[in-house]
């Protein structure tokens, strides 16, 4: 009970100053460019705010509309992808190479829609459960929204500073080092993030490119959501494709084969040509540390953890 103010503390104010931290690592370097070529660090800053608010703008007229009406067509097909897929499950059972295992199928099917169906049931019920908290989380986006552009703001323009005033309560013999180790953590948290960000868009539009040639439905939104979750190492790229293979099997096995073309050559291009040119070895952990790391996070902190 004594420390519950402080997580209530942290569990308001945390998620504004991550995403301000994210922001200011994306834009400093911006920053500091400008300001060595004689331009006032605070003018620069106003700009980056125009063009951020600009695209924040673009984004609400262009994009979201686009992505609203796929979500919405996708809702509306759902129940359609269903009829297929379970036509083509009765095609597979009919199929005279498995009579013999048409029994064991059937019970197998059985139990796998029932599963379904406690789940969609499940689902249903939490959602209607958590509608209670949703003021409570439209709040604390409020919150976010309002807070994460005056941080910015502050530690762009005097971020720099932070390091000398934190090592100034410590004793003298320790500060020395301690700015050095504090210097060694910036560069490296930097270079991830900026590299993160940098990968995550490239692969959200090669997703976008790849899934529009192909003609997959809703290639805008499930572009996005790959580049979203490429921000998770190792696994982000493997969940984006979830929603991708579901939809290439209701298309037919064509469209599946396309949808692996497409995974293979943007898997090959980002790991081997854009993440070691733009992140390089900047990150010296094993994929297995990486994996428990994300596994224990995620159970702290929930999504946001392992984001």
């Given at each position: 009970?004594?420390?519950?103010?402080?997580?209530?503390?942290?569990?308001?104010?945390?998620?504004?100053?991550?995403?301000a931290i994210i922001l200011y690592y994306f834009l400093v370097p911006v920053v500091d460019f400008l300001e060595r070529h004689k331009v006032k660090r605070g003018l620069t800053i106003l700009l980056l705010f125009i063009i951020i608010l600009g695209l924040l703008i673009w984004g609400g007229v262009v994009v979201?509309?686009?992505?609203?009406?796929?979500?919405?067509?996708?809702?509306?097909?759902?129940p359609g992808y269903f009829d297929e897929i379970n036509q083509q499950l009765e095609k597979l059972i009919n199929n005279k190479w498995i009579n013999g295992f048409r029994p064991q199928l059937n019970s197998i099917i059985d139990d796998r829609l029932?599963?379904?169906?406690?789940?969609?049931?499940?689902?249903f019920k939490d959602t209607l459960e958590s509608i209670g908290s949703l003021i409570g989380t439209l709040a604390n986006v409020f919150v976010v929204i309002l807070t994460v552009p005056f941080l910015l703001f502050y530690l762009l323009k005097d971020g720099k500073k932070f390091p000398h005033y934190a090592t100034r309560f410590l004793p003298t013999r320790f500060r020395k080092p301690t700015l050095?180790?504090?210097?060694?953590?910036?560069?490296?948290?930097?270079?991830?993030?900026?590299?993160?960000?940098?990968?995550?868009m490239t692969v959200l539009i090669m997703f976008?490119?790849?899934?529009?040639?192909?003609?997959?439905?809703?290639?805008?939104?499930?572009?996005?959501?790959?580049g979203f979750l490429n921000l998770l190492p190792y696994?982000?790229?493997?969940?984006?494709m979830i929603p991708v293979v579901f939809l290439a099997l209701v298309s037919g096995p064509t469209m599946l084969l396309k949808v692996m073309i497409v995974f293979f050559v943007e898997q090959t291009i980002e790991g081997r040509l854009i993440s070691p040119l733009i992140l390089g070895s900047k990150l010296n952990i094993?994929?297995?540390?990486?994996?428990?790391?994300?596994?224990?996070?995620?159970?702290?902190?929930?999504?946001?953890g392992i984001v």
């Open positions: 009970y004594l420390f519950k103010p402080i997580l209530q503390f942290f569990s308001i104010v945390g998620i504004p100053i991550i995403v979201v509309p686009k992505i609203q009406e796929q979500i919405v067509n996708f809702i509306n097909n759902l029932s599963s379904l169906a406690n789940i969609i049931q499940s689902f050095q180790v504090l210097k060694e953590m910036n560069e490296k948290v930097s270079q991830y993030i900026r590299g993160q960000l940098i990968v995550a976008i490119m790849g899934f529009s040639i192909i003609g997959l439905d809703f290639a805008v939104s499930l572009g996005i959501i790959a696994l982000g790229s493997f969940i984006a094993h994929p297995v540390t990486i994996i428990f790391v994300l596994l224990t996070s995620g159970k702290i902190f929930g999504v946001l």
